[in-house]
């Protein structure tokens, strides 16, 4: 919509062909029902890419005080929920509602619903078959997105044209997911379901390896940053994290689940406010509490309880030994077992439950300033559909307000 606004606004004349019976699903389930519309820090370093300069230029041109112009020159209020994250304070319904008016503005023509069944070329004209008839066209704008929640119609559409006109793709993956584990591996930790907290998390380049004990050990602090080491990126978010039946879920999971890949690591400190060594340490002095209780004051208490009775080093009954009787050696691994947290995911909660979707039509084979393909002149690719992959919190939105407006000025 945002692509066929800006081109039918130019004087062009665009149809605008949609699968779905219902207009922008997508939109609508977002941020809870009120849109995270954008991030007002959106920079290219919020993104993920195997070509990661290439998002540059498009978000330098279209930036979130452009959108932010563009729904307030609709009349919709919006407001700051947290770090940047921008919402409208009524409806996801009112963005959807802005982009049809402003499609209508440019006069765009509909074909919804209409599955393509058919695109072939021959030079100059791409050439569709649909369920309502064929149409031809000078340009060709793939806008399908990815393959994210596809009970709402999403498919790979656009990376099967993509390789039919011989672009390259990265290999699509769920992102913005829930991570899951093993289910005997996950049985001590799936009575948690519910329980929530402000972690820290990281990928998988932390140094200075632990014991290897369950839970294993690695260090993990820091706030939301990105590092280089090597040809990789490590990266780790402050954010809350949600344990499940499955697995661990909330926005940090959700974070770093677009960095992960099989077979490696994440790094979690369960309590990164808060030293749990002094604080044990200083609190042993003659106490006549249980550890539990003690540990209960200092973090959740369904996660102390469950967390005590999984540490082998501490023995079934640590909970109820007094604190001043616990050695000082067994304090310390305790502390260390909760900051540096390391376990290994058996998969992700799928495309059903992730966000977006990572990979997609290689951006080395496109226009950066028009997301033309170099070698198919009047093809196009933007959005989703592209490996460009936003971190949580309305950089995916922004990236695809961003990637409209430049393709919807390049056409001509």
Not at 4 to 21: E, M, S, T, W
Not at 33 to 62: D, E, K, V
Not at 253 to 259: D, K, R
Not at 323 to 339: C, E, F, N, S, T
Request: aromatic residues 8%; glycine residues 10%; neutral net charge.
């Amino acid at each position: 919509m945002m692509a066929a606004a800006v081109a039918g606004q130019r004087g062009l004349r665009v149809v605008l062909i949609d699968h779905a019976p219902r207009l922008a699903e997508k939109i609508r389930i977002s941020g809870g029902g009120r849109c995270n519309f954008t991030n007002i820090g959106t920079t290219p370093a919020n993104f993920l890419s195997q070509n990661p300069h290439f998002c540059r230029s498009a978000l330098a041109a279209y930036t979130p005080r452009d959108f932010i112009d563009l729904i307030e020159k609709h009349g919709i209020r919006w407001h700051e929920k947290h770090r940047g994250q921008l919402f409208c304070d009524e409806s996801s319904e009112d963005v959807i509602t802005m982009l049809k008016r402003e499609c209508d503005d440019g006069r765009v023509a509909w074909r919804m619903p209409c599955s393509v069944t058919d695109i072939s070329s021959d030079q100059d004209t791409f050439s569709l078959r649909t369920s309502q008839g064929g149409i031809s066209a000078r340009q060709l704008v793939m806008a399908t997105g990815g393959m994210a929640i596809p009970q709402l119609g999403a498919t790979d559409f656009a990376l099967g044209i993509a390789r039919q006109f011989g672009l390259k793709v990265i290999e699509p993956r769920p992102a913005l997911v829930p991570l899951t584990f093993d289910t005997h591996a996950w049985e001590p930790f799936s009575t948690l379901s519910g329980v929530a907290l402000e972690v820290n998390v990281k990928n998988d380049l932390a140094t200075g390896a632990g014991s290897g004990h369950a839970p294993a050990q690695e260090a993990a602090a820091g706030k939301r940053k990105a590092t280089s080491k090597g040809a990789r990126q490590q990266t780790e978010f402050l954010e809350d994290l949600l344990f499940t039946h499955r697995g661990l879920s909330g926005p940090a999971i959700l974070q770093i689940s677009s960095f992960w890949n099989p077979g490696e690591p994440i790094h979690i400190d369960l309590a990164p406010h808060q030293d749990l060594e002094r604080d044990l340490l200083a609190a042993k002095s003659g106490s006549r509490q249980q550890l539990s209780t003690v540990l209960a004051g200092l973090w959740p208490k369904r996660l102390a309880d469950q967390w005590l009775a999984n540490i082998e080093e501490l023995g079934k009954d640590a909970g109820s030994l007094r604190l001043a009787d616990v050695p000082d050696k067994l304090l310390r691994q305790l502390a260390g077992h909760i900051h540096r947290w390391s376990l290994i995911p058996s998969g992700t909660a799928g495309y059903k439950k992730a966000e977006v979707m990572r990979g997609g039509v290689d951006t080395r084979g496109l226009n950066q300033k028009t997301m033309e393909a170099n070698t198919v002149p009047g093809l196009y690719f933007i959005g989703e559909a592209v490996d460009v992959t936003g971190w949580l919190g309305g950089y995916n939105f922004q990236w695809a307000w961003a990637s409209g407006v430049a393709c919807g000025e390049a056409v001509s």
